[in-house]
């Protein structure tokens, strides 16, 4: 079954493709990654059956964005930096194993 919604911009998307692929994708405001260096957990609205996924990052500001702690359930983004993220991060998760 192919499932497409509507990109909304402030919640995270959820579309499953022909063919077992999975992909979640959503935005995360600048103000909301703390810490030193700047770190943002993304928690999907459902979770992958397991952490067999392939997350990207990419942002407003001009940063060398790292993933960690890869969970079916999310993951966190780091800014690698101290500085405040003043602008969006747009990231998408797509996963490598059957649905």
Request: aromatic fraction near 10%; proline fraction near 4%; charge should be positive.
């Amino acid at each position: 079954m192919n499932k497409d919604l509507s990109y909304d911009r402030t919640k995270p998307v959820n579309v499953t493709g022909g063919g077992g692929l999975a992909t979640k994708s959503g935005i995360e405001a600048g103000a909301g990654f703390t810490g030193n260096p700047r770190t943002k957990s993304v928690v999907f609205s459902t979770a992958f059956i397991g952490a067999n996924y392939s997350p990207s990052v990419v942002g407003d500001d001009n940063r060398t964005w790292n993933i960690s702690n890869r969970l079916s359930t999310g993951f966190d983004i780091s800014s690698n930096s101290g500085s405040p993220v003043t602008g969006n991060v747009y990231w998408t998760a797509i996963y490598n194993g059957e649905t």
